[in-house]
Nanobody
Framework: VQLVQSGAELRNPGASVKVSCKAS????????IDWVRQAPGQGLEWMGR????????KYAQKFQGRVTFTADTSTSTAYVELSSLRSEDTAVYYC???????????WGKGTLVTVSS
């Protein structure tokens, strides 16, 4: 199993960013993808999840309205898009495969998003 994420991004405040997570080594629609971020010096923060089989999503309350999860089953790729970026969104963004009743077992290496003017 591999989750390969897109490269680092630099954005101005107010802009948007879209991070990708390409899955391989398993059937993409068999498992949920979670998104987690870690700001500098902070702990892990769960953002939400998407079920690629039907596109169903769940968002942490903090991110509702500003974050969108999507999944392209033709390329086995999940995406997170964050809009209206602010400096506090500077973080490493991770995707992870979520197994029901188990948790997150495989993680991407992370994508650094820096928000700075």
């Amino acid at each position: 199993v591999q989750l390969v994420q897109s490269g680092a991004e630099l954005r101005n405040p107010g802009a948007s960013v879209k991070v990708s997570c390409k899955a391989s080594g398993y059937t993409f629609t068999d498992n949920i993808i979670d998104w987690v971020r870690q700001a500098p010096g902070q702990g892990l923060e769960w953002m939400g999840r998407i079920d690629p089989v039907d596109g169903g999503t769940k968002y942490a309350q903090k991110f509702q309205g500003r974050v969108t999860f999507t999944a392209d089953t033709s390329t086995s790729t999940a995406y997170v898009e964050l809009s209206s970026l602010r400096s506090e969104d500077t973080a490493v963004y991770y995707c992870a495969r979520y197994i029901v009743n188990y948790g997150m077992d495989y993680w991407g290496k992370g994508t650094l998003v820096t928000v700075s003017s």
